[in-house]
């Protein structure tokens, strides 16, 4: 099963990449098709190209005090691109889980620009300052979350208004 989903989605990056789009692939949701159309939409406003894989999971492993998080990894260096992980809470209502893809997806957007590079287990830089224990400082107060936030949510509202315009005709 395995193999299948690794050629399955090997298939799916390489008819995406003669799109010129970005690869985007939904697992353990069992309606995911509204999931994929709003990643696809945020993936459109950020520009993301063949170059960019992201896979969206959703699991009940997510600690309590997250409704969702971010993974990334540049294999550039490998002949690769950008490949992103987003991981959402299987415990979050529906329409919590679309604006926790909003935000996850700007910290997607951060990462494949360089904005928020990881140094190590805890530390990561942002737009090129030097690396911070996030450790030490609260999530609220740290610069790639207040963008996060403040965008996701601007996001999320406007691809809600951009859907019930459409449903409406």
Same mark, same amino acid.
């Given at each position: 099963?395995? /193999?299948?989903?690794?050629? +399955?989605?090997?298939?799916?990056?390489?008819?995406?990449?003669?799109?010129?789009?970005? /690869?985007?692939?939904?697992k353990?949701?069992?309606?995911?098709?509204?999931?994929?159309?709003?990643?696809?939409? $945020?993936?459109?406003?950020?520009?993301? =190209?063949d170059?960019?894989?992201? %896979?969206?999971?959703?699991?009940?492993? %997510?600690? =309590?005090?997250?409704?969702? $998080? /971010?993974?990334?990894?540049? %294999?550039?260096?490998?002949?690769?691109?950008?490949?992103?992980?987003?991981?959402?809470?299987?415990?979050?209502?529906?329409?919590?889980?679309?604006?926790?893809?909003?935000?996850?997806? %700007?910290?997607?957007?951060?990462?494949?620009?360089?904005?928020?590079?990881?140094?190590?287990?805890?530390?990561?830089?942002?737009?090129?300052?030097?690396?911070?224990?996030?450790? $030490?400082?609260? +999530?609220?107060?740290?610069?790639?979350? =207040?963008e996060?936030?403040?965008?996701?949510?601007?996001? +999320?509202?406007? +691809?809600?208004?951009? =859907?019930?315009?459409?449903?409406?005709?």
């Amino acid at each position: 099963m395995r /193999t299948l989903l690794f050629t +399955y989605i090997i298939l799916l990056f390489a008819v995406n990449a003669s799109l010129g789009q970005a /690869t985007i692939v939904v697992k353990n949701d069992p309606m995911p098709e509204e999931i994929l159309l709003q990643a696809k939409h $945020y993936a459109d406003i950020f520009g993301f =190209k063949d170059d960019v894989l992201i %896979v969206i999971s959703f699991s009940h492993s %997510v600690s =309590k005090i997250n409704s969702g $998080y /971010t993974l990334y990894q540049n %294999v550039q260096h490998l002949g690769g691109g950008h490949q992103v992980h987003i991981i959402i809470s299987k415990r979050e209502d529906r329409n919590f889980q679309f604006y926790t893809l909003a935000h996850e997806m %700007v910290h997607a957007q951060q990462f494949v620009e360089g904005k928020l590079v990881k140094c190590g287990d805890s530390f990561f830089s942002w737009k090129g300052d030097k690396c911070l224990n996030t450790r $030490y400082i609260a +999530y609220h107060h740290r610069p790639w979350e =207040k963008e996060a936030h403040k965008l996701g949510t601007k996001l +999320y509202q406007e +691809y809600r208004k951009t =859907k019930q315009m459409l449903a409406s005709h």
